[in-house]
T-cell receptor, first 113, second 113 residues
Framework: DQQVKQNSPSLSVQEGRISILNCDYT??????FLWYKKYPAEGPTFLIS?????DKNEDGRFTVFLNKSAKHLSLHIVPSQPGDSAVYFC????????????FGPGTRLSVLP | EAGVTQFPSHSVIEKGQTVTLRCDPI?????LYWYRRVMGKEIKFLLH????????ESGMPNNRFLAERTGGTYSTLKVQPAELEDSGVYFC???????????FGQGTRLTVV
């Protein structure tokens, strides 16, 4: 029973275009959401986060949108670059659990030159 | 500042043997977490230390797994006896407080044959 779902196992995007990675969750107790990026043979690297009191957080080329009523968040990368090619994990945590993350299965993004 | 380091990077052991994984968190980080990713699926939480105390060990699969963090510095995760289904990548992460993002190590790939 996956509480955090990333229904697209893979995504290919042309360099310079926008990448949109989606994430859905089922647990209404989740209060804090994060995106991690993972390259092969490395650990996940924190990318961006958003608290449930916000609906948007932006950091350079990366923007995360949160729709609490739909239990949906998305990560936008624009413009996409070949170095963005990696597996992206959506993660969520109930505020009272601190960093007990629940991760989604990941989406492999390929940015084509 | 050194990141989270894990040792070994790879381990191949026979079913029934014992393996001990080590994690050195970022200096000053009181929070330490163990996660694992089995067969390329989602990353699952195992347990959370705050200093030397186990804050949450709800993700530990069974009593063959023992985690320790003596002195609140590095942590070890022992699997005894190892079973085939224990194969996967074990990640350690640390954070300064429970309200900030966690930094992950590169993982230990465990293969039980």
């Amino acid at each position: 029973d996956q509480q955090v779902k990333q229904n697209s196992p893979s995504l290919s995007v042309q360099e310079g275009r926008i990448s949109i990675l989606n994430c859905d969750y089922t647990n209404s107790m989740f209060d804090y959401f994060l995106w991690y990026k993972k390259y092969p043979a490395e650990g996940p690297t924190f990318l961006i986060s958003i608290s449930s009191i916000k609906d948007k957080n932006e950091d350079g080329r990366f923007t995360v949108f949160l729709n609490k009523s739909a239990k949906h968040l998305s990560l936008h990368i624009v413009p996409s670059q070949p170095g963005d090619s990696a597996v992206y994990f959506c993660a969520a945590t109930p505020d009272n659990y601190g960093q007990n993350f629940v991760f989604g299965p990941g989406t492999r993004l390929s940015v084509l030159p | 500042e050194a990141g989270v380091t894990q040792f070994p990077s790879h381990s191949v052991i026979e079913k029934g043997q014992t393996v001990t994984l080590r994690c050195d968190p970022i200096s000053g980080h009181d929070n330490l977490y163990w996660y694992r990713r089995v067969m390329g699926k989602e990353i699952k939480f195992l347990l959370h230390f705050v200093k030397e105390s186990k804050q949450d060990e709800s993700g530990m699969p069974n009593n063959r797994f023992l985690a320790e963090r003596t002195g609140g510095t590095y942590s070890t995760l022992k699997v005894q006896p190892a079973e085939l289904e224990d194969s996967g990548v074990y990640f350690c992460a640390s954070s300064r407080t429970s309200g900030t993002e966690a930094f992950f190590g590169q993982g230990t790939r465990l293969t039980v044959v």
